[in-house]
């Protein structure tokens, strides 16, 4: 479904990822995770066609990912970026229905999406009118979601998405994104720093570090059977508030 062979991104003299190959299961969840700078915005970015690989092939699905494709592409791929990145000048209703409009669906189809997304993202409908600004930290993350999801794309992406809220509502999403990936049965790359975060959410955890995969798999992987000293101290740096009694 997605995969990067070989991929090389460079921004002037610094070097975001390196040499990096990764294949994408189809139908399941896929966490990125490691430290600030390590390149996992980036993979987002290129699955997304917003920056293009100095070498190697970024594909989704069977489509190469370039320059005459990555508007097709991106119609395909729902992408939720870190604090939600909404319109503040356009009401909920308009920042979620934009691309559907842009794509020239009927006034009736919209309206229908819409409605199947306020359900299952528990948006409540009478905010609907109202911008960015009047609505909770919850509440702008949930339309967020609602505008990736908007065009029904085979792929989510989703960076950070809960990095701004606080930790009783960063729970309660996490519970319910989880019940939607479910449901919908997409294939969703997510970053995230939190490896408690990474392992709730996905089926498999790939851990990055200055531009490079470092290992890939389930969380006991990490724990039991760390690829380098860097995994060890990545993992014992996620301290447990009880860790520091």
């Not at 092939?57 to 508007?71: A, F, H, I, N, S």
């Not at 085979?154 to 319910?176: G, I, S, T, Y």
């Amino acid at each position: 479904m997605l995969a990067l062979h070989g991929v090389t991104k460079r921004f002037g003299d610094t070097v975001a990822l390196d040499d990096v190959s990764l294949d994408v299961t189809a139908g399941r969840t896929t966490a990125l995770i490691g430290p600030s700078g390590c390149g996992k915005s980036t993979v987002l970015r290129l699955l997304v066609g917003l920056v293009r690989p100095s070498d190697g092939e970024v594909m989704v699905g069977d489509v190469l990912v370039g320059r005459d494709t990555e508007r097709a592409v991106r119609r395909t791929v729902g992408y939720v970026i870190q604090e939600g990145g909404l319109f503040p000048h356009m009401t909920a209703r308009r920042n979620v229905t934009l691309a559907a409009r842009h794509a020239g669906w009927t006034p009736e189809r919209i309206g229908e999406r819409l409605e199947t997304l306020v359900a299952l993202t528990s948006f409540p409908g009478d905010a609907l009118d109202r911008y960015p600004l009047q609505l909770s930290g919850g509440q702008r993350q949930r339309l967020a979601l609602m505008r990736g999801l908007m065009l029904d794309p085979d792929v989510l992406l989703l960076d950070e998405p809960f990095a701004a809220l606080d930790p009783v509502v960063r729970h309660e999403l996490q519970e319910e994104l989880r019940a939607i990936f479910e449901r919908l049965g997409k294939t969703v790359v997510l970053v995230t720093h939190d490896l408690a975060e990474a392992s709730f959410l996905g089926h498999e955890i790939v851990l990055m570090d200055a531009g490079r995969i470092v290992q890939r798999g389930a969380f006991r992987d990490f724990v039991d059977a760390p690829a380098t000293p860097f995994v060890t101290r990545f993992v014992r740096a996620q301290r447990a508030p009880w860790d520091a009694s």
